[in-house]
C-alpha cells in the first residue's frame, strides 16, 4: 500500500467522527467545509509530511545509538548504558540540550548567526523528505529527484561558512573556511561518481534507478564509483577523518564553537540526518536501494542503509584525521582521475549494451 493512500484513510476516517460531533452540536456547515476534497488532500499531505519526518527522526536517533555503540566496542568500553540497550541516552541528551541557557556571543552579525542554522537545519529535513524508502514510500517523487536531491544537499556549506563567520571568533570563521575549501573539492568526484550509475540506469529517478538493478547491483560494474563516492560522502558529512572544519583538538569546536545548548543539539541532530541521507543515496544507487527477497522493501532499504552507515563509523573508529592539504590532494589529485575512468568505463558498457 502507497504510504498515500494509507495516510488519506486515516485522515477520511479522523474527519468522519469530527463530522458527526459536529453534526451533533448543530454545526452543519462547518462538518460540510472539513469534509470537502480539498481539505482532506490538504490533511493528508500535512499527515504524510508528519509520518516521514517522524521516521527520519526515529532513525536518526537510531544511528546515534549505532554510532555510540559501535565505537564503545571498537574502543573496548560499553558506550551507553541508559534505557533498554543504552538507547534512552539519546533521549536523555537531547531532552537536555532543551534545558540550557541561549547565548549569542557579543559583537556577532545576529541576522546571519540565526539564519545558518536555519538554513542548515531546514535544508537537511528537506533531504528525508525528498528520499524515498520505497516506490511507494515517499513525500516527493520527482523524474529528477536526485538531482533535487544534491541541489538542497549542497547549501549546507553556504549555512557552514555564513555561520563561521557571523559568530565574530577566529576558530569558528577558520572552520567555515576549511569546510568551503574541502566541500568544493569533493564536490565534483561525488557527482562524477554518481555520473557512471545514471548513464547505465538512464533515469534521475530513484525508481528508475532502482527497477535498472533487478539483475544486478550498480556496485559491480561501478566499484570505482562505490569507493569514490563512499570517500567524498565522508567528507561532504565532514566525519573523521574528514572533520578538519571541525577539528576539536585544533579549533574548539570549529565552525560551530559558539553554538551551545538546543542550537548545538540541531546541528549535531542536522549532521546525523545528513549521514543518513549520504547512506541512503549509496543503498539506491549501487547497492539495489530497496529490492530484496521476503521483506517488506522498505526495511530491505533501512538494512542497507545500518549496513553503510557502520563502515562510516568504523572508518571514524579506525583512521585518524588528515590535514587540510592532504584532503585537497586527495580529492583533487586521485579522486577526480578516478572519476573520470570510472566514467569513462560507464561509457564503455552502454556503448556495448551491456545495460
Not at 494509507?6 to 472539513?34: C, K
Not at 534507478?209 to 567524498?232: H, L
Not at 549521514?275 to 542497507?304: D, H, Q, S, T
Request: glycine fraction near 10%; hydrophobic fraction near 55%; include cysteine.
Amino acid at each position: 500500500m502507497e504510504l498515500y493512500t494509507f495516510i488519506e484513510g486515516i485522515v477520511v476516517w479522523l474527519v468522519s467522527i469530527v463530522q458527526y460531533i459536529l453534526n451533533v452540536i448543530g454545526l452543519h456547515g462547518l462538518a460540510d467545509w472539513l469534509g470537502g476534497a480539498e481539505i482532506v488532500n490538504i490533511l493528508t499531505y500535512l499527515g504524510q509530511a508528519l509520518i516521514v519526518f517522524l521516521v527520519g527522526f526515529v532513525i536518526c536517533l537510531t544511528m546515534i545509538w549505532q554510532e555510540r555503540k559501535t565505537l564503545g566496542r571498537l574502543m573496548d568500553r560499553r558506550g551507553t548504558r541508559i534505557g533498554p540497550l543504552g538507547y534512552a541516552q539519546q533521549l536523555a541528551d537531547g531532552f537536555k540540550t532543551f534545558l540550557k541557557e541561549i547565548i549569542v556571543p557579543d559583537k556577532a552579525w545576529v541576522s546571519g548567526y540565526n539564519w545558518a542554522l536555519i538554513i542548515l537545519i531546514a535544508s537537511s529535513v528537506i533531504l528525508v523528505g525528498i528520499i524515498p524508502l520505497s516506490d511507494g514510500w515517499f513525500l516527493s517523487s520527482t523524474p529528477a529527484g536526485l538531482l533535487l536531491l544534491f541541489a538542497v544537499f549542497s547549501l549546507a556549506p553556504f549555512a557552514i561558512l555564513i555561520g563561521g563567520w557571523a559568530s565574530n571568533n577566529k576558530y569558528t570563521l577558520i572552520g567555515g573556511m576549511r569546510s568551503a575549501a574541502q566541500l568544493i573539492s569533493y564536490e565534483v568526484p561525488l557527482l562524477l561518481s554518481t555520473v557512471g550509475v545514471i548513464l547505465l540506469a538512464g533515469s534521475l529517478s530513484f525508481g528508475d534507478i532502482v527497477a535498472a538493478q533487478d539483475t544486478i547491483w550498480f556496485v559491480i560494474p561501478q566499484i570505482i564509483g562505490f569507493i569514490i563516492f563512499m570517500i567524498a560522502m565522508n567528507a561532504e558529512v565532514e566525519r573523521i577523518p574528514f572533520d578538519l572544519p571541525e577539528a576539536e583538538a585544533e579549533l574548539v569546536e570549529g565552525w560551530g564553537t559558539e553554538y551551545g545548548g538546543l542550537r548545538f543539539g540541531l546541528i549535531m541532530f542536522a549532521e546525523y540526518l545528513r549521514g543518513y541521507a549520504g547512506a541512503a543515496i549509496a543503498a539506491i544507487l549501487f547497492l539495489g536501494g530497496w529490492n530484496g527477497p521476503y521483506l517488506p522493501p522498505e526495511l530491505w532499504l533501512l538494512i542497507k542503509v545500518f549496513i553503510i552507515f557502520f563502515v562510516f563509523i568504523w572508518i571514524r573508529g579506525s583512521f585518524p584525521r588528515v590535514r587540510t592539504d592532504q584532503i585537497l590532494n586527495i580529492g583533487w589529485k586521485w579522486l577526480m582521475p578516478l572519476a573520470m575512468i570510472n566514467l569513462a568505463i560507464a561509457v564503455a558498457f552502454k556503448m556495448l549494451g551491456w545495460f
